[in-house]
Structures are given as structure tokens and as C-alpha cells.
């Protein structure tokens, strides 16, 4: 399997410590940490949102570290903010058509959009009525939906269970297990807390105050009461 | 005693380099042209409208955009007294500066409540209709045809061969009027108001929290700075002896404003002096253009051209600006000078705060949903859930920051959810902030002070060390994340007399374990000494093992799920499926 | 009388709109206070008296001051465009700007009227960009404070002003009456005429026995429902519209899809520049003068449109211009100042300041965005 994605030495964001670590192709990895411990400052900057202080970000063997948003994302690396940000004022597949911005031929487009729809039968429904109508779950979907449509082959999820309820969440996992299946993806996931912990426990990364601490499969880590860490 | 000595030193050039400016000043007339020394008299009025637009745009940070306004009242208003009144001119002087400063409150009243987009606008505005109310006051202002006729001021002390001949005397008075304006702004600097200026411009957050009342602050600094431009006006009209409405445009608080960003703002020498000369080149180029018969707008073509490009060169600029706090040494202020009124007084049921069945919702989600709390005197309770439960809301509600749409918050039996948040903070309820939220442009004694009421030294020494801080003389921007995270507790408890009652947002969130442990430590031994209650949301268990939490309260979509002494809760098996789903952590 | 007023009124409105659309998407999408905005309507109307009129109306400089300007609009206008390759991104900016300017200068005054017309809407727009590119992006790349990004604004604005003012005097400089075509200017109509012709000939369209409108006026409206129209389709149709809303709603999430939100931000200023292109080149032909002053003055009557309707909200902005045009034409018609005479004794009469609503005529539009934004600062409607 190839690298992914490779973090040499990265420094990104104020804290001054530097982070290094790779990414398989159709890896999940799970980057846990509490607020502030970097997570979402890491994730802004591979998608280039930030700009990178020191070290290199390579993404399929390229050297990306100086390119901005919109090279990165013809690279294949497409980020699902935080808090969802969508497009409220859109409707749903407007708000999915803007996912695949400057991204292949209008059929290869209608493709992904059938195959999202798919993953996530929810937004189908939906496709037509304006964004901000929909609920927090749906919002979620929209969002990593969108970042889906840009046919990414690395995708960067922000915090996506944040607010979300048990049964939402569920489905999440689901879709993101579908995704996995059957698109071989990478994909990084921050995140605070436990649902997909134990859905996804290959390989957690644990990040604190900027730098990473732990970097290995879920069992370990509780062996080891890393997790303490962030507790409870 | 080093550091004592070398201020000393420092100060006696300070001294030196005053006199020596006043000196320069003072001779200046008796060896230049009479161009030369009304060139003189024009700087110093700009340095005067300088002093003013600074006081209310480069230390309170509020965007004053009709500054032409307040000039227009000054100078009209010095027009009508000396006229239609008859009074002496330096009777008419401190008249028009308490006219300026009742026009600048009753500006402020209605304005200095909305953003700063809104304020900046509205300034905007006003502006634009003094000048027409002006121009349409007929009978009083002499409407479209301006006013004119004004008699020659005549200055009865000053002899020959300094008679008060224009423009000498001119330039004596306006010289005197800009070093009385100057030490009365430097000593305004010294003052808790004029920290009060600073911490406004910095995040008006921390100054509600630490009891500053906002409103009533910036309102005397734009009363302040209004009535400085109107007695800038005066010497306006005085000098030409004719005034008229569309002399008072945007065009001329354009210039002002970029008087104040290119000539420099924040520390009134710099003011002055950046004043004076950006000042003295528009009177070189008015008279130029004049002389050559180009048009005035050139000039304001320039020095508005040079506003974008200082900005572009320096977008921040407009902010720093490091106070010099000489004067702490100088003064030992009085401890219990600060406004507190820490009420100490023990409820009926024994319990510090009182939450009642909060409700709050944000765009249609409920970040709170009934909650309910209860502090006991002297007690630390610990707050936590998974993200987006509500906790930061449920201290922002406590401190007033926000309003709650549902339920009561009471400290010691009293209602504090309808106060303002300053007075909540004035009643003893101190905070700490999930985000960095310390000034960096200052260095870290100095945001302790900013905030401080009475404290000595020596105390912000020790406060430093106790938190770890090293180095309390560098800028807190080469400090790491840490250091600038304990630096807000340093902040909080400086002076822990202060406080009955402290609510901590994730003291050690972005620490690490050498940094915590330092934090640990302190909140510790506070704790004992003070008898504090406190309110600790935090996710680190050692912290919260070390800090000795009598209780924990687990807080899920808006509610309480779980509440208990912290080994219960750290073992309940729900708290940690709710935490990490079905797995099982050996603890 | 009043209906003759009310008509002036939606004329009014209908001008202002043109403006006040360019205010909203600069908002909308920047979320700056384009303060510079109306004086870059002017400076486009007086681009088209300088390509059109020449002779007369134009003083000696203009040419050269102008054609200055409008090259390096151009020159920043092109540089939001391109594509990543610095060196030859600046190249093609540099000729198209230098074009701009040498064929202004070899043109004053002697292009047909429609041509002028057509070639000062993108060249307008592309003022609009230049703004944008010189002044608000950099300052949004730095993330500088609101308080820089509303001083820049300001700046930029006075400059603007400044220099058209150096450049054509402060004085109105009208263009002789019998260069426009006969259905642009009003005249008295006579007897048994029928209505198409008097529209065209004479340059008045009468509507019933004692009302009329001339032409003009009724094209101003035309133009600004299809402007409107126009608008509306491309918010709904296109693509590049998307990307605006998207931009304006959530600009990390915009970037993170790979929307270049710069250039995005830059169409976004283009439309609005174009637009008030448009009204800059009907408000001067209205006007039959170009008065420099009178930048500052629609500005800001502009500005407090969009606060009454609700900055940042397209349709916000229209319905506040209608309301302000309405507002500035009626208002001089109520005697205010001769009611309150009668209700005074006479000699407190002498103290008071004119009543008379036509002086005032700005002072209750300001006065009226003071209360708005004092008691209701969202304006009538929201985004």
C-alpha cells in the first residue's frame, strides 16, 4: 500500500511542537485530543487552510507544503470543517454541486452525486429544500457529503459527531464503513470523544498541547492508560 | 534596587528630553518668520485635534468617524460666544470644551451601544448632519454664507516685544493648550480609567468580567475626546475669523484620522510629535497648492491616500501601543481602591451559587435545558461532558455574559441573572477563559495590571513565579501557549480578595504535564488559604484528582446526567460508556 | 403634483438601487462597508462624458488623469483574474491596463454615445475590482481588525473623490443639451402628437391628461427592472453565482472545497461595479451634468438606503433605495417649516433653524438611518 499522506516535522499554529506521522491509502486513522490540544489547527493546515511554518506535508509522495486550498484539493484532499458550515443559503445539491467546484466532467459529477446519495439516503430527500432547513444530522451529512463529491483521495473530518445524537451517529458510522468498503480512501478523523473509537480502533493518534503522544492501534493505548489522558 | 536605579535614570532622561522640547518651544518664535511660527501654530493645533481623535480611536478603539463634528461644534460655538456674548476669548476656551464634551455624551448615549461597524456609521452620520444643521441654522450660524466677522483675539498677558500680535500669541496660547492637554492625558493614562481604555480596546469580555463598566468608560472617553476637538475648534476659529459649514466635511476628519494613524497613536509623545509634523506638511502643502493655484482637494487626495497605505502596510497598527507604567513604581496604590463589593454574607441554605433550571438555546439547539446546580461555600465542583454539552454557556450565564431564556442564577440567596456582568463581577465572581484571551502586545506584568485594582508589585512577582511564569518582562507573544494560558490565572488571582467565587473554563487545556502541574499547585494552595469556591470545567482527570474536587456533576445535552464525589463518577460505568461508547477502559 | 413627486421618487429609487445592489454584494460577500462604492459610480459617469463629450464639458487634465486611473484599474482589475503564474499574470495586466490608457487618452471625446456607454460598464467594474484587489483583499488576507478594514474603506473613498475632484474641478459641468438624442431631453409637447412620437421626439411620454414622464425617467426604470430581473436569473441559474453565496456564507468551508474564494470575492465586486456603471451612466445623463461633488452625497444617501432595507440583503437594498427615493422626493412637499411658524409666537421664529424639508432632504434620510440603526440595526429585512 502506498503513503497517503506524510507529516514531516510539520509545525503548524502557535504552540511551537512539531508533528510527524503517515497515512496509508484506505487507512482510518482517529485523531483524539480535548480542545486546544491541536487537532483542528493539524487538519486545516493539510488541507492548506493554514499555512505551514516548518517541515513538509507531502500528499502522494508531492510536496504540497506550499500550496494553497485549491491545489490541495486537486491533490485529492478534501477537509469537512468544523460545525458543518454549510452553505445555508443553497439548497442541497447545490450545496453538493459546489463540493465537486473545478472537479471532472459533469457525468463523472452525476455519478458521485447518485453514489452520495447513496451513502446517505437522507439527503435524497432532501436534495431540493434549502440547507438551512435541514437538522443537525443532516447538516453533518451534507457536509462530509460535499467534501465526498470532490472525489478526494484523503479526507480530513473535523469533530463530525460534535452535537450529534446517538442514532445520527450511528448512521454516520455506517455511511463512513460504507465509504471505507467501497472507495479505498484514506481517512482522518478528529475527534473528542468515544463512538468511533470503538468502531474504527486500528490506529488512534493521540494529540496533546500540539504534539502527538500516542500514534498506534486502540488496544495498546488502553493498555498502556494513555487515554487517561483525556479523560474520563 | 538595580531595576529601581536604572528607572530612576531612565526617567531623569525622560525628564531631560521634556524640558528640552519645551525650551524649543518656547524659543521657537523669537528666532523664525512669522510664516514659520504661524506654520508652528497650525502643527500645534493639529497636535491638539490629535490628542483628542487618540483618545477615543488609538486608546479606546472605538472608530470615531465624524470627528469634524465635534470641530464644527467647538469652533461654532466659540464663534457665538465671542460674538453674540461679548465674553473674553480665554473665558470662551474651557466654554467650548464643555460644550464639545455635553455634545460628545449626548452622542455617546444612544451610540456606544451598538458594534463597532454601527458606531463608526453613526459617528459617520452625525457628522453629516452638524454640518447641515449648520448650514440651515440661518439665524444662529450664519447658514450657507458661514460666519464671519469674528473680532481679533487679543491675549492681555503677553507683552512687548512678545505683544500678542498674530500669530505669536496665537502660537503661546495653542502651545500652552496642547501641554495642558498633554500632561492632563498623560496623567489620564496613569489612572484605572485610562487602564480601563486599554482593556476595552483589548476585548471587552475581560473587562466585563473583571468589573469594568463598559458602557460608562467609553462614554467618558468619547465626552473626553469630543470636548479636546472642540477647544481644537476654538483655535480654529479664532484664528481664521471666518468659518463656514463646508469647511466641516468628511474630508477634514479624513485628514484627522490620518493625522493619528501615519503620525502615530497610542502614546501621547508620539501623538504629539507625529501630530505636529504630519500637521506642519499639510500646512506646507495648503500653502503651496495655494500659491500655485492648484486645487485644495489635493491635498486631501494625498494624506488619504496615505491612510490606505499605512494601513496596508501595518493593518494591526492600529492597536499596539505599550503603555508605560513608570508611573507603578511612583505611586503605591491605595489596596483597597479598586470598586469591589464582595459580598461575603453566607445564605440561608449555606450554598455560594444557585443555578435554577437554566434554559438557553442557540439557533434552535438547546445548550441548556433545565439545568440545575448547586455550589456549597468553600467547595470545588467539577463540570464536565462530552463537547457541545453546555458547559461554557452555563459559565458565560453565570457571569452574565449571555442571558439565560429560562431559570434564575443566585449567589448567596441573591439574583444575579439579570445584572449587568460587570456588577456581577463586582459582587466576587471571578473567570478564566477557555481561549487565550491575554493581551499579547503587552508584556506580562502588564496584563496584570491592566486588569488589577490595588495591587503592589510585589504581589504580581509572586503571582507570575506561582504560575510559572518565568519572565514577566518579555512580550507575551514570545510566550508559549502555556505560559499565556496561566498567565490568565495569574490575572484572576493576583489579588484572590477579590473573588468569592471562581469559575475556571479548562485551566489546563493545552498544557503540558510540567506546565499543569505548576497550575495544579497554586489552585491548590489558593484554595486552602481562601476558602474559594470554585467551578472547574476541565476534561484532565489528574488535574481534577490533584485539585481535590469534592464533587462532579456530569452534564449531557443540557442537563445534569450524573453528580457525585469524583471517585464515584470516575468509575460509573454509564459516565464512561457515555464518554467512550462500549468500551471498557481499566482505570 | 404629488404624483409627479412620487414618480420622481421611484426614478430616485430606482438609481439609488443601482448602487445600493453593488453596497450589498460588497457586504454580502466582503463584508466590508464599501464606503468607495458610489464614488466609483461617478467616476464611471465621468469616464463617459470624457470618452463621449470632450470639448466643453471636459476640463484640460481629464484625459490624462483619467485615462491614469482607468489603466491602472485595469492593470489591478485583470491581476483578480488570471491564473497562478505571477510572471505572466502581471504581463497581460500590464498591456491591458496600458491598452486602457492609451486608447482613453486617443478616444476623449470622440466615441459615439452608445459605444462610450458599453465601454464604461466593464471599465467601471473593473475600478470596483481595483478597490477590492488593492485595498480590501490584502486586508482580509492579513485578517487585519474591523476598525483597519472601515479607516481603508474610508481612505479609499476620500481618494477617490479627491482625485475626480482634482481632475474635473469641483464645479457641474453640463454638456450641451443637443449633443444627446432628442427622446433624452424633456420638452414641452405639442398639441395633437401622438404618444410614440412625443416619447421620441420630444422626449416626454405622456401618461394622462396632466401627467407625463419623460422618456428618460421611464427608461431609467425600465433598465433598473431588468437589471433586477437579470440579477435575479443569474442568482438562480449560474454556477458562478453559487460560489458567490457560498463564498459569503461559510468562506472556510468555500476554500475548502477548492472555490477560489478571492477571485470569487472579486466577480462579486465586478457585478456590482457593472451595475452601478449602469447607474452612474443614467444619473449623469439625467442630470445632463457631471457634478464630482455629488459622489459623496448619493454615497452616503446610498449607504443609509441599505441600512434602512438591511445591509447585506439584495432585496433589502432595493426596498430601502425606493424607500429613500421616495422619502427625498415627497419630503420637501410637506410644509413642515410653516406648520411649526404657526404653532410658534413670533419671535422664537427668528431662533429656529430652517424647517424647510427640501434643505433637509439628505438630513431626514441620515436622520432616518440613525433611528434604524439605533432601534432596528438588522434594517428591514435580513440576508
Known sequence: MSILLELRKLESGNWGRQVSFDLQAGEFVLLLGRNSSGKTTLLNTIAGLLPVRSGQLLVGGQDVSHMNTVGRTQCGVRLAPQGRQIFSRLSVRRNLLLGAYGNGADHEVRRNLTWILGVFPDLREKLDAVASSLSGGQQTMLNIGRALMGNPRLLLLDEPTLGLDPQNTKKLIDALQQVRRERQVGILVAEQSGPFVRVFPERVILMVGGEIVFDGPLAQATEERKLIEIFP | ?587 | ?383
Open chain 3, 1 to 383: 403634483m404629488i404624483i409627479d413627486l412620487f414618480i420622481n421618487g421611484l426614478v430616485q429609487g430606482s438609481l439609488l438601487a443601482l448602487i445600493c445592489i453593488g453596497y450589498s454584494l460588497a457586504y454580502g460577500t466582503a463584508k466590508v462597508i464599501n464606503f468607495a462604492h458610489a464614488d466609483v459610480m461617478i467616476a464611471g459617469g465621468g469616464y463617459l462624458v470624457l470618452l463621449w463629450s470632450g470639448g466643453t464639458a471636459t476640463p484640460e487634465y481629464a484625459p490624462l488623469f483619467m485615462s491614469m486611473l482607468f489603466g491602472f484599474a485595469a492593470y489591478l482589475g485583470v491581476l483578480t483574474w488570471l491564473s497562478e503564474n505571477k510572471v505572466l499574470q502581471n504581463l497581460v495586466a500590464l498591456g491591458i491596463g496600458l491598452a486602457t490608457f492609451v486608447a482613453t487618452f486617443v478616444f476623449s471625446g470622440r466615441m459615439p454615445f452608445a459605444l462610450a456607454a458599453l465601454l464604461a460598464i466593464p471599465l467601471t467594474a473593473g475600478l470596483a475590482v481595483a478597490t477590492f484587489r488593492g485595498v480590501y483583499l490584502p486586508l482580509l488576507r492579513r485578517d487585519a481588525p474591523r476598525a483597519s478594514v472601515l479607516l481603508a474603506a474610508l481612505g479609499v473613498s476620500i481618494a477617490l473623490e479627491s482625485y475626480l475632484l482634482v481632475t474635473w474641478g469641483s464645479e457641474r459641468r453640463v454638456f450641451a443639451a443637443n449633443r444627446l438624442p432628442s427622446w433624452m431631453n424633456a420638452e414641452a409637447v405639442p398639441e395633437g402628437v401622438s404618444r410614440w412620437q412625443a416619447a421620441c421626439q420630444y422626449g416626454v411620454l405622456p401618461l394622462t391628461r396632466s401627467h407625463s414622464i419623460p422618456t428618460l425617467d421611464l427608461l431609467i426604470v425600465i433598465i433598473f427592472l431588468a437589471v433586477v430581473t437579470g440579477l435575479g436569473l443569474f442568482f438562480r441559474l449560474s454556477r458562478a453565482a453559487d460560489a458567490i453565496v457560498a463564498s459569503a456564507d461559510a468562506p472556510m468551508a468555500a476554500r475548502a472545497c477548492g472555490i477560489p474564494v478571492e477571485r470569487v470575492l472579486g466577480q462579486a465586486f465586478f457585478i456590482g461595479g457593472a451595475i452601478a456603471s449602469i447607474g452612474g451612466t443614467l444619473y449623469v445623463l439625467r442630470s445632463k451634468s457631471l457634478d464630482p461633488m455629488a459622489g459623496f452625497s448619493p454615497g452616503i444617501l446610498a449607504f443609509a438606503a441599505c441600512v434602512l432595507g438591511g445591509i447585506g440583503s439584495l432585496r433589502g437594498a432595493v426596498v430601502g433605495a425606493f424607500l429613500t427615493g421616495l422619502i427625498t422626493s415627497l419630503a420637501p412637499a410637506i410644509p413642515l417649516d410653516q406648520w411649526v411658524r404657526a404653532c410658534l409666537p413670533v419671535n422664537w421664529v427668528e431662533f429656529l433653524p430652517s424647517l424647510s424639508l427640501s434643505d433637509w432632504s439628505y438630513g431626514v434620510v441620515y436622520a432616518l438611518m440613525i433611528l434604524i440603526i439605533l432601534f432596528k440595526p438588522e434594517g428591514l429585512f435580513k440576508r
Open chain 2, 1 to 587: 534596587m538595580k531595576e529601581l536605579l536604572s528607572c530612576m535614570a531612565q526617567r531623569q532622561r525622560v525628564w531631560t528630553a521634556h524640558l528640552l522640547v519645551c525650551i524649543a518651544v518656547l524659543a521657537f518664535p523669537l528666532v523664525a518668520t512669522r510664516g514659520m511660527v504661524s506654520l508652528g501654530f497650525v502643527s500645534l493645533q493639529y497636535a491638539l485635534f490629535a490628542l483628542g481623535l487618540n483618545v477615543i480611536v488609538g486608546w479606546t478603539g472605538l472608530l470615531d468617524l465624524g470627528a469634524a463634528g465635534f470641530v464644527a461644534i467647538g469652533a461654532y460655538s466659540t464663534a457665538i460666544l465671542l460674538t453674540q456674548f461679548g465674553l473674553p476669548p480665554l473665558a470662551v476656551l474651557p466654554m467650548s470644551c464643555l460644550v464639545g464634551f455635553i455634545a460628545g455624551i449626548l452622542l455617546g448615549l444612544p451610540t456606544l451601544r451598538h458594534r463597532l461597524d454601527y458606531f463608526a456609521i453613526l459617528t459617520l452620520g452625525f457628522a453629516e448632519l452638524v454640518a447641515l444643521g449648520i448650514r440651515n441654522w440661518g439665524p444662529i450660524t450664519g447658514g450657507s454664507f458661514g460666519y464671519s466677522g469674528i473680532p481679533a483675539t487679543h491675549l492681555p498677558f503677553l507683552v512687548a516685544p512678545l505683544r500678542a500680535v498674530p500669530p505669536t500669541g496665537f502660537y503661546y496660547l495653542a502651545a500652552s493648550m496642547v501641554a495642558a492637554i498633554y500632561l492632563f492625558v498623560a496623567w489620564l493614562r496613569s489612572t484605572s480609567l485610562g487602564r480601563h481604555f486599554h482593556v476595552i480596546k483589548h476585548s471587552e469580555t475581560v473587562g466585563q468580567v473583571y468589573g469594568i463598566n463598559i458602557y460608562a468608560v467609553k462614554l467618558a472617553a468619547f465626552g473626553i475626546s469630543a470636548s479636546i476637538l472642540a477647544a481644537g475648534g476654538f483655535f480654529w476659529t479664532i484664528y481664521q475669523r471666518s468659518i463656514i459649514w463646508t469647511e466641516f466635511n468628511v474630508l477634514l476628519s479624513c485628514l484627522l484620522l490620518s493625522l493619528l494613524v501615519v503620525g502615530g497613536m497610542g502614546n501621547p509623545k508620539g501623538v504629539v510629535l507625529g501630530a505636529a509634523i504630519i500637521g506642519s506638511l499639510s500646512e506646507l502643502i495648503r500653502r503651496f497648492l495655494t500659491s500655485a493655484g492648484l486645487p485644495q482637494n489635493i491635498r486631501f487626495l494625498i494624506f488619504s491616500l496615505a491612510l490606505v497605505s499605512f494601513i496596508l502596510l501595518k493593518p494591526s497598527g492600529l492597536v499596539p501601543d505599550r503603555p508605560s507604567w513608570l508611573p507603578r513604581l511612583r505611586r503605591r496604590l491605595d489596596p483597597q481602591r479598586h470598586p469591589v463589593s464582595v459580598d461575603r454574607n453566607v445564605s440561608t441554605t449555606g450554598a455560594v451559587l444557585e443555578v435554577r433550571q437554566v434554559v438557553k438555546s442557540f439557533g434552535g439547539v438547546r445548550a441548556l435545558d433545565g439545568f440545575s446546580l448547586t455550589v456549597e461555600e468553600g467547595t470545588c465542583v467539577a463540570l464536565i461532558g462530552p463537547n457541545g454539552s453546555g458547559k461554557t454557556t452555563l459559565l458565560n450565564l453565570i457571569n452574565g455574559l449571555i442571558r439565560a431564556e429560562g431559570g434564575t442564577i443566585l449567589l448567596r440567596g441573591k439574583r444575579i441573572d439579570t445584572l449587568a456582568p460587570f456588577r456581577i463581577a463586582r459582587l466576587g465572581i471571578g473567570r478564566s477563559f477557555q481561549d487565550l484571551s491575554v493581551c499579547e502586545e503587552l508584556t506580562a506584568e502588564d496584563n496584570v495590571y491592566l486588569t488589577a485594582g490595588g495591587i503592589l508589585p510585589a504581589q504580581v512577582d509572586g503571582v507570575l513565579r506561582q504560575f510559572g511564569i518565568s519572565d514577566g518582562h518579555v512580550n507575551c507573544a514570545s510566550l508559549p501557549y502555556g505560559a499565556k494560558k496561566s498567565l490568565d490565572l495569574a490575572r484572576v488571582f493576583v489579588d484572590p480578595t477579590r473573588w468569592s467565587l471562581v469559575l475556571l473554563d479548562e485551566p489546563t487545556a493545552g498544557l503540558t504535564q510540567f506546565e499543569a502541574m505548576d497550575v495544579v499547585r497554586s489552585l491548590a494552595a489558593l484554595r486552602k488559604q481562601e476558602k474559594l469556591s470554585m467551578v472547574v470545567v476541565s476534561h484532565d482527570s489528574m488535574f481534577l484528582e490533584a485539585l481535590g474536587v469534592d464533587r462532579v456533576v456530569v452534564i449531557h445535552r443540557g442537563l445534569v446526567y450524573k453528580a457525585g464525589s469524583f471517585s464515584t463518577i470516575r468509575n460509573d460505568k454509564d459516565v464512561q460508556r457515555l464518554f467512550w461508547g462500549d468500551n471498557r477502559e481499566k482505570t
